[in-house]
C-alpha cells in the first residue's frame, strides 16, 4: 500500500488550476475563479433546524456586490438537502438547496440559475476549499464535470438572537440539467446501471481520479455519488454504450486527500486508514 502525502498533492493541484482553463460555460457566476461575497438573511435559524427527513423551503434573501460594489438583493427559497452531512450530529451546518425565482434573479449573477446546490463547512470551512479544488482538477480531466464557484458567506441572525455567523467558504456547485447541456447531453435517472454499460473510457477515467483522491464511497450500480449523462432519453447504454460518467462530489469528494474528520475508514477492501490506497 501506498501513502498518499496530500500536502504534496494539493500544491499540485493548484499549479494545475493556474496553468489551465476550466470547462467552457457561458454562465456568468461560473466564468469568474474569483471568491463570492453573499450573504443570507430572513428565516435562518428555522432552515438551520429544519434537517428532517422532509425539509421544507424557508424564504430567504441573498446578498451579494456587483463588479461597482454596489449590494445587489434578491429573494430566494432555500432548504436543507443531503443525507449524511444533513444531521445535526455530524455536521454544524446542512448542505443547502438554493431554489431562485426567475422575477427576482433577472439580470443579476444568477441571472438563468433555477436551483444550486450550495456546500457548507461541515467540521470547518478549509475542507469546502479542499473540496473546491477537487472539482477544479476534475474540470481539468474532463468537461464532463460540474463546473463551481468558492463563496466566502454570512448567515445573518442564524441563531434567531441577532447573531451573524462568522465568514466562512460555501460552494455553489453548476446545476445537473445544465452540466449535461453544456456537453450537448441530458441527464439520466437510471438505476441498476452496470459499469460496463457505460463508456469504457469514461469509466475508467473516473475510477482512477477516484483513486487518486481515495474515495470508495461511490459506485455506478447504486447511483452512490455518481450521476449519468446521456445523449437521449432512447439510448440503449448496454448495446450503444452511449452513457457517459462523471463524478459528483457531493457527499465525501476528497476522502484521504484531505484526510477529512468526518470520514470512516471503509469495513471492507483491506484498507486499514482512509490515507492509505491498495
Not at 36 to 57: F, I, K, T, V
Not at 75 to 93: M, P
Not at 182 to 200: G, K, L, Y
Amino acid at each position: 500500500m501506498l501513502r498518499v502525502h496530500a500536502r504534496l498533492l494539493l500544491i499540485s493541484s493548484l499549479f494545475l488550476v493556474a496553468q489551465y482553463t476550466v470547462a467552457q460555460t457561458h454562465d456568468k457566476l461560473f466564468e469568474g475563479n474569483s471568491v463570492l461575497e453573499l450573504a443570507l438573511s430572513g428565516e435562518m435559524h428555522e432552515l438551520l433546524m429544519d434537517r428532517g427527513n422532509d425539509p421544507q423551503y424557508h424564504a430567504l434573501e441573498l446578498t451579494y456586490k456587483d463588479t461597482d460594489g454596489k449590494p445587489l438583493r434578491l429573494s430566494v427559497k432555500v432548504k436543507a438537502r443531503g443525507h449524511f452531512r444533513k444531521l445535526k450530529e455530524n455536521c454544524k451546518y446542512p448542505p443547502l438547496l438554493l431554489n431562485f425565482s426567475k422575477e427576482s434573479s433577472e439580470n443579476t449573477l444568477f441571472d438563468n440559475q433555477d436551483k444550486l446546490k450550495l456546500v457548507t463547512p461541515c467540521q470547518g470551512d478549509k475542507y469546502v476549499v479542499y473540496e473546491y479544488l477537487v472539482y477544479k482538477i476534475y474540470n481539468l480531466i474532463s468537461p464532463m464535470s460540474f463546473n463551481v464557484r468558492l463563496v466566502k458567506m454570512t448567515f445573518e441572525n442564524f441563531n434567531n438572537k441577532g447573531k451573524d455567523s462568522e465568514p466562512m467558504y460555501g460552494l455553489l456547485i453548476e446545476d445537473e440539467e445544465k452540466m449535461a447541456q453544456r456537453n450537448s447531453m441530458i441527464a439520466v435517472d437510471r438505476t441498476m446501471v452496470r459499469p460496463e454499460q457505460t463508456q469504457t473510457k469514461e469509466f475508467l477515467k473516473t475510477a482512477v481520479f477516484e483513486y487518486l483522491i481515495g474515495n470508495t464511497d461511490w459506485s455506478v450500480q447504486y447511483r452512490q455519488n455518481i450521476k449519468l449523462i446521456a445523449q437521449d432519453t432512447l439510448s440503449r447504454p448496454l448495446r450503444f454504450r452511449t452513457i457517459l460518467i462523471m463524478r459528483v462530489l457531493l457527499v465525501h469528494p476528497m476522502l484521504s486527500l484531505q484526510n477529512n474528520c468526518y470520514l470512516v475508514r471503509p469495513v471492507s477492501g483491506g484498507i486499514e486508514d482512509i490515507v492509505f490506497r491498495i
